[in-house]
Structures are given as structure tokens and as C-alpha cells.
């Protein structure tokens, strides 16, 4: 198997390192209308509300941050860690394969599958916002592997979503303090072993929606940890610590989804929420987070979108005030405003842990 350590790749932290090589199940990587999430899991029409469908326990996943529903199962990554891995988890939450490249990434937090089966994983992580680079790895149905560099027009960005259009064109979200996240797309065909300036061709804001979760209090209401398209292409969503917002998408105009009023689904309380996928049948929804262990739990579409009130405008950008109403002056409140964000990023980098 061709390694990620190929040429034109040096890593941009750490040093390539040996590693599990396990195998890539064909069947579970290639995405089409008849999947289902394993044959012991409910289907959204059985399921009232949110139901837990298993736990993920594996230390290998104790900091679970992608997730994608397959043939066999769900594909599901670790956030960090001294190599690349993959690992396919059964209708239980169980790890029944894994594919690893023996190499330390720098901080890998998201992941979809194109409709040829390769998994793209965004390397695109950035807590202290000094990155050069940014990176989309793939690991091909084949076996080989390529990295895709990336870099800003605007200088670095945190980001911790990606969205694959289904005629494969990659977009990242990026994570933004007060909610208002750029999503960047490559200006050209990307370059494996080569470096592609990234447009910034949207702009999504999240909204302080109430829904109590994550490890910073409201601010986790407006930053934005993960994303998905559904494999049939109907819907794609955004999510926060708190809540999920979905879009309908037609055809592969994301750009054009986003322009859109979501729908905000509340999410489960959780400890530290990133992960988000549909389920194979595009009906519902799964989340997990990170922590050991995780519930894996699904999230019915239909009802969500029946009973869940639209999100509030896109112009209604909140502020640092709105993370701090107390009734004070305005530079009373300003002061106080700059003080919890300060403390924002800090906790905020705290809960993400550097390779």
C-alpha cells in the first residue's frame, strides 16, 4: 500500500511512524440508494425522537470527530493521534476493521466518502491559527493515498467541517467565535503532493439558539464542529456543540443550499459534539461526541423538520453582548464582552488536544 509519507508529502508535524495496516472493506466504502446502517439498526420510521442506537467505547475513538454511514456500518475517525486510521464500526458501536497510514497528522477533524468510495479526511484543524497549509487526505478503495494541500486567501482558520458537493468538490467551514464561518472551496483542480489556494465562496452564521451541550457554555451554540452531505444528495448539514442545521441541496449547488434559511434540529446534551453524518438512507440523522464513552445516536429527519422552528435570519450575526447580557453600560459591557471571549479561546484550545 502506498503510504501518505509519498513524494512531495513531509508532514507537517511530527514524523511518519509504523502503523496498524488494516484493511479496507470494499463494500463498506462505496455509498448507493440501498444502504442501511447496519441490519441491527432501527430505521428512522421506528424511531419517535433521538434514540441512542449503541456506545462507542473503543480508546482508539476516545476523541471522536468524523463520522460517515456505509454499507457496512459507519466509518468513524479520532480526532489527532500519532497516525491516520479509519476504523468501521458494526450496528453495536464495535470496531470490525481499520485502515491505517502510518503517519502523524496535525490535526485531522472531519470526514465524508466520494462516490468512488475514497475517504477524504480534513487534516484542517488550527486551535492557535498558524498554519501555512491546510490539508484534505484521501485514502482510495484501492489502497493508495494522496495529500491535498490547502491554503487560505485571508490567512489561517480553525476548521473543523467539510462538506463534499456530490460531484466531489470539497468545502470547508470554518469555526468561528461569534458564529459567523467562512466556507472556502479550491479556486482550481487540486494537486496531490501539491498546494491549491482555497476561494472563500460563502458565509454561514450560526445562531445562540438555548440548547445547553459542549465544553464553552453558549458559545458552543455558534461554532461550528462538523458537517455532512447526504449520500443522496437531497439534504447537507452543519453542526455546533448544540444543535444541527440542515439545508436542502439541489444538485451540487452548496454554495446556493447555504444562501437558504436551515432548519435547526436541537441535539443531545453532550460533553464535546463534532461528529455528525446522515444516516445511509438520508432519513436521519447520527451524532456522536467526543469522550469515552459516546453514545452514537439517531436523529429522524422527518420529525425534526416537521416540529423544529427555522433558524433565526442570516444578517442576525450575534455578538459578543450576546454572550453577556447583564443590563450594564455599553463599555461595561464591552469590557466584560473581550473577557469572556479571551476566556472562550482559551478553554476552547484547552479541549483540543495538539499532536
Known amino acids: 500500500m502506498q503510504s501518505f509519507c509519498h513524494a512531495g508529502y513531509v508532514p507537517e508535524a511530527g514524523r511518519p511512524r509504523s502503523g496498524v495496516r488494516g484493511r479496507l472493506l470494499a463494500a463498506g466504502l462505496v455509498l448507493g440508494a440501498g444502504l442501511v446502517l447496519g441490519s441491527a439498526a432501527p430505521v428512522a420510521a421506528e424511531v419517535a425522537g433521538p434514540a441512542t442506537l449503541c456506545q462507542v467505547a473503543d480508546p482508539r475513538l476516545a476523541e471522536l470527530s ?55 479526511l480534513a487534516d484542517t484543524g488550527d486551535n492557535n491559527a498558524t498554519r501555512a497549509t491546510v490539508a484534505l487526505l484521501a485514502l482510495r478503495p484501492d489502497g493508495t493515498t494522496g495529500i491535498f494541500r490547502l491554503t487560505y486567501p485571508d490567512g489561517p482558520h480553525d476548521a473543523e467541517a467539510l462538506l463534499l458537493a456530490p460531484d466531489g468538490t470539497p ?56 458537517g455532512a452531505v447526504s449520500a443522496d444528495g437531497r439534504h447537507l448539514a452543519l453542526r455546533t456543540y448544540t444543535d444541527a442545521y440542515v439545508w436542502p441541496l439541489a444538485g451540487s449547488d452548496v454554495v446556493g443550499a447555504l444562501s437558504a434559511d436551515p432548519v435547526t434540529i436541537p441535539l443531545p446534551d453532550s460533553p464535546q459534539g463534532e461528529a455528525i453524518s446522515f444516516a445511509a438512507d438520508g432519513a436521519s440523522l447520527l451524532v456522536a461526541s467526543e469522550g469515552s464513552p459516546s453514545d452514537l445516536t439517531q436523529i429522524p429527519l422527518d420529525a425534526a423538520l416537521v416540529t423544529a422552528a427555522p433558524a433565526a435570519p442570516a444578517s442576525a450575526v450575534p455578538g459578543f453582548t450576546d454572550l453577556t447580557r447583564s443590563g450594564l453600560s455599553p463599555w461595561t459591557s464591552a469590557l466584560l464582552a473581550a473577557s469572556v471571549a479571551t476566556v472562550v479561546v482559551w478553554i476552547s484550545r484547552k479541549f483540543r488536544r495538539r499532536p
Open 66 to 120: 468524523g463520522l460517515v454511514a456505509v454499507a457496512d456500518g459507519v466509518l468513524a475517525m479520532n480526532d489527532g493521534g500519532e497516525e491516520l486510521a479509519v476504523h468501521l464500526l458494526d450496528s453495536a458501536c464495535q470496531v470490525v476493521d481499520t485502515h491505517a497510514a502510518p503517519v502523524d497528522p496535525y490535526d485531522p477533524e472531519d470526514m465524508a466518502v466520494g462516490a468512488d468510495g475514497t475517504v477524504w
Open 171 to 226: 468545502y470547508v467551514v470554518t469555526k468561528e467565535v461569534l458564529g459567523a464561518s467562512g466556507v472556502y472551496s479550491p479556486s482550481a483542480a487540486l494537486v496531490d503532493g501539491g498546494t491549491v489556494a482555497l476561494a472563500k465562496v460563502a458565509g454561514v452564521n450560526m445562531t445562540l439558539t438555548g440548547t445547553p451541550g459542549g465544553p464553552v457554555g453558549r458559545a458552543g451554540q455558534l461554532l461550528v464542529t462538523g
